[in-house]
């Protein structure tokens, strides 16, 4: 009888906590912490992202990772084209989403030829180009970062890196790992 008696006291609490969240604002409710992509460093190749063939470098002692033995490289080749990068997360309500990554950036380049573009686009609102990269971003690996600010809405991000690379005057190659996706 006692169980019963407490049973019935858990169900009318539990009821009470339900009735109740209705009346908290949505920020209360709202998952906004941690990294949600799955594979932030490439370690996985490219899953979890639309990427063009061969951009993921796999332990490259020469040349290596930021973390880890994967990476993703832009450029390079001396050859005219384009190559795009990219993946799109969910951000929730209320939720502010920071995308970092670092960059690496290998040249023999002496003005502004080749360049990788970053940009983040949000529903609701125009893509934007939030860095523009060239033969002088550095040798060593840089951190940069991008945020989407908050919406009362939930809306879908769009992260992409897009290298333009045009042949003659020297080359310059983007090495890309650890983007992380943070939701606060
Ligand atoms: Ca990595």
């Not at 929730?92 to 989403?97: I, S, T, V």
Request: glycine share 10%; aromatic share 8%.
């Amino acid at each position: 009888m006692k169980t019963l008696v407490t049973l019935a006291s858990a169900a009318a609490l539990l009821l009470l906590t339900t009735g109740s969240a209705h009346h908290r604002p949505p920020t209360a409710e709202t998952p906004c912490r941690g990294q949600i992509h799955t594979n932030p460093g490439f370690e996985r190749g490219t899953t979890g992202w639309t990427a063009g063939p061969r951009m993921v470098v796999l332990g490259d002692a020469a040349r290596p990772a930021h973390t880890g033995r994967a990476y993703a490289t832009f450029a390079g080749l001396d050859v005219t084209r384009y190559e795009q990068l990219g993946t799109e997360v969910t951000v929730p309500a209320n939720c502010n989403l920071t995308v970092r990554f670092w960059v690496r950036t290998l040249t023999t380049e002496t003005r502004r030829g080749d360049f990788l573009n970053v940009g983040l686009a949000v529903t609701g609102e125009p893509p934007k180009t939030r860095f523009s990269l060239a033969y002088d971003s550095g040798p060593q690996w840089r951190e940069y970062s991008m945020s989407s600010g908050t919406a009362t809405t939930e809306r879908t991000a769009w992260a992409n890196f897009v290298a333009t690379e045009m042949a003659g005057n020297g080359v310059t190659a983007f090495d890309v790992d650890d983007v992380t996706f943070t939701l606060s």
